[in-house]
């Protein structure tokens, strides 16, 4: 009788402590979930912020010396220097503004540092706070990239490279959110009520710390392309509306410039958006802020993002409504962000007009560097012709009006560079005329 109670009340503590245990988990998992922000899930009408290469360079890694000085003459108009604080003027206007996602489409840092990936999250921490989920993919600079640079004692150093699990920590909210990893890469989708969005990691880097250049061309593995179709095709059963969100083209934005900068596969993922009706791509990169519609399925759009970092400091702004995509590009002013003391210092007082004085010398350096070959008269003038011509081609801001086209069309040094340097002629070009897409800045797609 003794022995059948004590069965009875080991039973009963058993039953007892497993209720505990599992009632435990199910807290644990609770207070694991509300730090995931769950609200964009299932928005209405959601509207994420886009912003990409933003190349962030933590402060701690670079000193006011000669060495940086030459480094950062060669980041071909990026602001290397103030990432900082103008990422922490972004926060707050996500804070204020409150977007439900924001997406980062690769070149998080500036070459794969670690530290640059750790003062990133430091800096993105409130928005986990106010629900605001961060979806982020890397960039070809991200990853193992034996570019990571650390300046100080007037030298240049290497320093601790990301590696994916570091990136996937770092940004673990998009992955939080997933129903599905990609287990070959660092892809995830993300289901939101009316659309499927595909976080794709195109890029290819060592699997371990590296000593060389990061690789600039992408494609994606067998098995990825092996997920992304799957993932496609049940999007099609879920009547969800995939997006994808890259950092590598899968559309020629330049003619020019397609050789590293278009997906190395593209062709095979350009027959999947064709088959699974996929109708947006949005994607980083090439530094440069164009819309381009797709010559052979003209059901597909790629919006490619110009550098967060470079001129206008651009926030691209994606509605995802229940019939329609509406999309629109803003010049982010960081000054209305910056504390008093930041304000103190010049270039952060003037701050968009110095990142545009910066892509405007790119293009007068090109240039420069070009008719100095061809010896010719009135160079300068030329190369300030270019300068221009590069910013408003980068930014994405190459459509004028007829007046305007004709101002730059009729002035004499449009047609010295037309005769004398048919490849800068181009450029100016392609400045005020896009015979693709022309308005670059915004777009609403129907959806059918
Ligand atoms: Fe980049």
Do not use: C
């Not at 290397?80 to 996602?101: H, N």
């Not at 088959?275 to 802020?289: K, N, R, S, W």
């Not at 003391?341 to 110095?354: I, V």
């Not at 005020?432 to 609403?444: H, K, L, Q, V």
Request: charged share 25%.
């Amino acid at each position: 009788m003794i022995k059948k109670r004590s069965f009875i009340i080991f039973i009963i503590s058993i039953v007892f402590m497993s209720a505990l245990f599992i009632i435990n988990q199910q807290r644990m998992k609770g207070q694991a979930s509300t730090q995931v922000p769950k609200q964009l899930l299932t928005a209405a009408d959601p509207e994420l912020w886009v912003i990409s290469d933003n190349h962030f360079y933590a402060d701690e890694l670079f000193e006011d010396s000669e060495k940086f000085r030459q480094f950062e003459a060669t980041s071909v108009g990026k602001d290397i220097r103030y990432t900082s604080q103008v990422l922490t003027a972004f926060v707050k206007k996500a804070l204020k503004e409150k977007p439900d996602g924001i997406v980062l489409t690769g070149d998080t840092t500036l070459n794969g540092e670690k530290q640059s990936l750790e003062q990133m999250t430091e800096i993105f921490k409130p928005l986990k706070a106010a629900g605001i989920p961060v979806f982020a993919i890397p960039g070809n600079h991200d990853i193992y990239n034996g570019w990571a640079r650390k300046f100080t004692n007037q030298q240049q150093i290497t320093t601790h490279q990301i590696s994916p699990g570091d990136f996937r920590l770092a940004f673990s909210d998009g992955y939080n959110l997933s129903h599905s990893e990609d287990k070959h890469s660092l892809s995830y989708a993300v289901d939101l009520e009316n659309y499927r969005l595909l976080f794709l990691d195109s890029n290819i880097y060592a699997d371990r710390f590296s000593k060389i250049e990061p690789i600039t061309s992408g494609e994606f593995k067998e098995k990825t392309l092996e997920w992304i179709e799957s993932s496609l095709k049940e999007a099609k059963v879920l009547k969800k509306t995939p997006i994808l969100f890259m950092h590598h083209n899968l559309l020629a934005h330049n003619e020019k410039v397609t050789k590293g900068f278009v997906l190395n596969n593209a062709t095979r993922v350009l027959s999947l958006v064709k088959q699974y009706e996929v109708p947006l791509a949005v994607t980083g990169h090439i530094h440069l802020q164009n819309i381009m519609q797709s010559r052979d399925n003209p059901n597909f759009y790629e919006i490619t993002s110009s550098s967060f970092s470079t001129a206008g400091n651009q926030i691209g702004h994606l509605q995802l409504l229940n019939n329609q995509m509406k999309y629109e590009v803003e010049a982010f002013d960081p000054r209305e962000y910056f504390d008093s003391l930041a304000l103190e210092n010049p270039y952060l007082k003037e701050y968009p007009s110095y990142l545009e004085e910066k892509y405007r010398q790119v293009g007068k350096d090109l240039a420069t560097n070009i008719l100095v070959q061809s010896d010719i008269e009135n160079a300068e003038k030329l190369a300030d012709m270019v300068g221009e011509a590069n910013l408003r081609y980068f930014t994405g801001n190459n459509q004028l009006t007829e007046a305007e086209k004709d101002q730059i069309r009729n002035d004499p040094n449009y047609a010295m560079l037309k005769k004398s340097v048919p490849r800068l002629w181009q450029s100016i070009e392609h400045s005020i005329e896009d015979t693709n897409i022309p308005n670059n800045r915004s777009i609403t797609i129907d959806l059918p």
